[in-house]
């Protein structure tokens, strides 16, 4: 294994490790899972780069599109918990009393 894909594996982890084991705030939670939507953007641009497929080059940037996205439906479920509940924590946050 090559250190860059040791390095890009290991970032993984910790954003999934991070992400089992502090899930203590919403914003820690969604910084987790956007490191680990960057390691996997980064591990196919890579990959792509490798093969040297011209058909995959798209597929890195759908990716870092759903990133966006997925940060920018984050933020806004980070504000509108904030104002509804006063606090980002997660144990505070119960589907049933919505």
């Not at 860059?4 to 490790?17: A, E, V």
């Not at 914003?27 to 011209?54: D, F, I, K, N, R």
């Not at 920018?72 to 144990?91: K, N, P």
Request: aromatic share 8%.
């Amino acid at each position: 294994m090559t250190p860059t894909y040791f390095t890009l594996s290991s970032t993984f982890t910790l954003g999934f490790m991070g992400l089992a084991f502090h899930r203590t705030h919403l914003l820690s939670a969604l910084l987790c899972l956007e490191g680990m939507m960057l390691s996997l953007y980064t591990s196919l641009a890579l990959w792509t780069l490798q093969l040297e497929v011209s058909n995959l080059s798209t597929t890195p940037l759908l990716m870092l599109a759903f990133s966006a996205c997925e940060a920018s439906t984050g933020l806004a479920l980070l504000v509108a918990t904030s104002r509804t509940h006063g606090t980002d924590h997660l144990h505070n946050l119960n589907l049933l009393q919505c």
